[in-house]
């Protein structure tokens, strides 16, 4: 069975970076897309970047773009969120998502319930 484990979260001031990291294992890295979500209390699931195999495409968020990276190492098995100039808002539970086959059409990549297996999260927390 397809697990992931997201690692990097903690508290950081306001304009501080993060890197967060989500292992995969339990099947095959390069047959899954991924994603990052993010929630936070009182608010829905928020779609935040992703990597989609075919053709290596990567997509994010626009309250994210600019200062969020998503990037993804086939040989490590590991997908990254590398999070830059943070602010308060950013503060949430990040989770790491995957998606195998048959695939999520495109329309369908921002949306959480469409993923087929997710890890536990990390935290993080942004102060002003």
């Known amino acids: 069975q397809v697990q992931l484990v997201e690692s990097g979260g903690g508290s950081v001031q306001a304009g501080g970076s993060l890197s967060l990291s989500c292992v995969f294992s339990g099947g095959t890295f390069n047959r899954y897309g991924m994603a990052w979500f993010r929630q936070a209390p009182g608010k829905e699931r928020e779609f935040v970047g992703a990597?989609?195999?075919?053709?290596?495409?990567?997509y994010v968020s626009d309250s994210v773009k600019g200062r969020f990276t998503i990037s993804r190492d086939n040989a490590k098995s590991t997908f990254f969120l590398q999070m830059n100039n943070l602010n308060p808002e950013d503060t949430a539970l990040y989770y790491c998502?995957?998606?195998?086959?048959?695939?999520?059409?495109?329309?369908?990549?921002?949306?959480?319930?469409?993923?087929?297996?997710w890890g536990q999260g990390t935290q993080v927390t942004v102060s002003s």
């Open positions: 998502a995957a998606d195998g086959p048959p695939y999520i059409i495109l329309s369908e990549l921002r949306n959480g319930n469409a993923y087929d297996y």
């Open positions: 990597f989609r195999y075919s053709g290596g495409k990567t």
